[in-house]
């Protein structure tokens, strides 16, 4: 089966405040770039706060999700892609591409930096409106020279971008944590408040404030990725996958699985079996 790239390149401006109104996770890469504004970005199972020129890289199937920082005006690009992009230039290189070791990252580059790499964002921009002869290939070739960038920056850098760190921040962590550590059990949140010595009103109020996500919407999603995986390494049945992620129907595992994935769980585990080895 041939498959056939996937690769897109949008910007976008918006004034005032903006929160993304749906949690986001997907079987494509993500390079995010605040051109202007402040934000927050939920990434990694931690808070960033983004100024202007901050570059995010977003893994496949990583729980991500941008809210505002005050109510000023902002501007980013955003560019998706699959393996399937970057798999010609893989096969005739000396392996595996820079940035592509499992995890999402926050960079924030010198103003040099944030020139050479807008140079390439708006070539790719003008690439994706002008759709030339040849459009796809050509931006294929940009993308490749901008991860490569990207990678140099990141090994040029003495320390990463620090998370958030405020108290009420800290102790979403340590919840984000035991959530990821216990999603497979029946989780209510008087039991979650409980534990962590707060009330239910509290902890809804400030895991929405940090992450962006409601507690459950992040349980779900946690849970749907843990079956992502179980789908692609395993060959266990539909109903073994839903009770080892969590669910406690097999009905409501399709119904949410298909939701956020587009697909239902046999279509993805036929899907994703198929594919060549990643790039």
């Given at each position: 089966?041939?498959?056939?790239?996937?690769?897109?390149?949008?910007?976008?401006?918006r004034t005032?405040?903006f929160?993304?109104?749906?949690?986001?996770?997907?079987?494509?890469?993500?390079?995010y770039?605040?051109?202007?504004?402040?934000r927050?970005?939920y990434?990694?199972?931690?808070?960033?706060?983004?100024?202007?020129?901050?570059?995010v890289?977003?893994?496949k199937n990583?729980?991500?999700?941008?809210?505002?920082?005050?109510?000023?005006?902002?501007?980013?690009?955003?560019?998706n892609?699959?393996?399937?992009?970057?798999r010609?230039?893989?096969?005739?290189?000396?392996?595996?591409?820079?940035?592509?070791g499992?995890?999402?990252?926050?960079?924030?580059?010198?103003?040099?930096?944030?020139?050479?790499?807008?140079?390439?964002?708006?070539l790719?921009?003008?690439?994706?409106?002008?759709?030339?002869?040849?459009?796809?290939?050509?931006?294929?070739?940009l993308?490749i020279?901008l991860?490569?960038?990207?990678?140099?920056?990141?090994?040029?850098?003495?320390e990463?971008?620090?998370?958030?760190?405020t108290?009420?921040?800290?102790?979403?962590?340590?919840?984000?944590?035991?959530?990821?550590?216990?999603?497979?059990?029946p989780?209510?949140l008087?039991e979650?408040?409980e534990?962590?010595?707060?009330?239910t009103?509290?902890?809804?109020?400030?895991?929405?404030?940090?992450?962006?996500?409601?507690?459950v919407?992040?349980l779900t999603?946690?849970?749907?990725?843990?079956?992502?995986?179980?789908?692609?390494?395993?060959?266990?049945?539909i109903?073994?996958?839903a009770?080892?992620?969590?669910?406690?129907?097999?009905?409501h595992?399709?119904r949410?699985?298909?939701k956020?994935?587009?697909?239902?769980?046999?279509?993805?585990?036929?899907?994703?079996k198929?594919?060549?080895?990643?790039?």
């Amino acid at each position: 089966m041939v498959h056939v790239p996937m690769l897109s390149v949008e910007k976008m401006k918006r004034t005032g405040s903006f929160d993304m109104d749906f949690s986001h996770m997907h079987d494509t890469y993500e390079i995010y770039y605040l051109l202007s504004g402040e934000r927050f970005y939920y990434i990694h199972d931690r808070v960033y706060a983004l100024q202007a020129g901050d570059v995010v890289f977003i893994h496949k199937n990583q729980l991500h999700r941008t809210t505002s920082k005050g109510r000023n005006p902002h501007e980013r690009i955003l560019i998706n892609f699959d393996d399937a992009s970057v798999r010609p230039f893989v096969e005739m290189g000396p392996g595996q591409l820079p940035l592509f070791g499992g995890e999402s990252y926050l960079l924030r580059p010198s103003v040099q930096e944030q020139g050479r790499i807008a140079d390439l964002l708006f070539l790719m921009l003008r690439e994706e409106k002008e759709g030339q002869l040849w459009r796809m290939p050509y931006l294929q070739t940009l993308l490749i020279q901008l991860l490569i960038l990207l990678s140099r920056i990141r090994e040029g850098k003495a320390e990463p971008v620090k998370p958030e760190f405020t108290e009420p921040q800290q102790r979403v962590y340590r919840i984000v944590e035991y959530l990821n550590g216990h999603y497979a059990g029946p989780l209510r949140l008087e039991e979650i408040a409980e534990r962590f010595f707060i009330s239910t009103t509290y902890l809804c109020r400030i895991f929405k404030q940090t992450t962006g996500f409601t507690v459950v919407e992040y349980l779900t999603y946690v849970r749907v990725r843990e079956a992502q995986a179980l789908l692609v390494r395993t060959d266990w049945k539909i109903t073994k996958i839903a009770e080892e992620a969590g669910f406690d129907s097999i009905a409501h595992f399709g119904r949410v699985f298909k939701k956020i994935t587009g697909r239902s769980p046999l279509q993805y585990r036929k899907q994703k079996k198929a594919e060549p080895a990643n790039a």
